[in-house]
């Protein structure tokens, strides 16, 4: 495995984007640019086509629990260390339940509680998507999936958790289920999440090398 590059600094940076985005969220008024980006992708006709739309919704399941689960197991069979499906399953059940107390500390509504439901294009059930937003629960633990992970793969594969974890986030805002400030303060969420387990969960012993 490869030690991740500057552990405390990627926690103090997360840890800094999160205060933030949840100072911001709490005030409950939108930043400027919030409302246009989600008309924007809710209604974008790139998005909404087939096999997109699909294929977001989809990727979403990597944002909960049976995300979770699902790469957990995925750890434990291709990947040989302990620790591997350790720290993802840490930073997967961290990331979700961190991401529901701040729903309800924070307290900030969703784009159907703000916007017309007319001007948006609902669909997936996700009409009656109301309640606290911020932050977004499933980007929050695609992020720290993602976080955990890509220590453990090829550095020619370590793309792959982040951008399906980008793409999760952008699934929530298409689908009209979150502002963008509560996926940027999912994504800080999920890697302080990640960047913890990894930091709480031991590495691997370094191999002994027999003595001549």
Do not use: C
């Amino acid at each position: 495995m490869t030690a991740t590059a500057g552990p405390h600094r990627r926690i103090a940076a997360a840890a800094l984007v999160l205060v933030v985005t949840a100072v911001l969220a709490a005030r409950d008024r939108l930043l400027l640019g919030e409302v246009g980006l989600v008309e924007a992708l809710n209604g974008n006709a790139v998005l909404g086509r087939f096999p997109v739309e699909p294929l977001l919704v989809s990727l979403m399941v990597f944002g909960t629990l049976v995300g979770v689960a699902g790469v957990t197991v995925g750890a434990v069979v291709f990947l040989k260390p302990w620790q591997a499906p350790a720290q993802t399953a840490l930073a997967g059940a961290v990331a979700w339940g961190a991401a529901h107390l701040l729903k309800e500390l924070v307290g900030r509504g969703r784009p159907l509680e703000y916007l017309d439901a007319r001007t948006l294009e609902i669909s997936q059930g996700y009409v009656a998507l109301t309640g606290p937003g911020y932050p977004s629960g499933h980007t929050a633990v695609a992020f720290a999936l993602a976080t955990a992970l890509a220590p453990w793969l090829a550095p020619r594969h370590r793309w792959v958790p982040w951008t399906v974890a980008a793409l999760v986030g952008v699934a929530r805002v298409h689908v009209a289920a979150h502002f963008p400030l509560d996926v940027i303060g999912g994504a800080a969420l999920g890697v302080l999440a990640g960047a913890l387990a990894l930091a709480l969960v031991p590495p691997p012993a370094p191999a002994s090398t027999p003595e001549a």
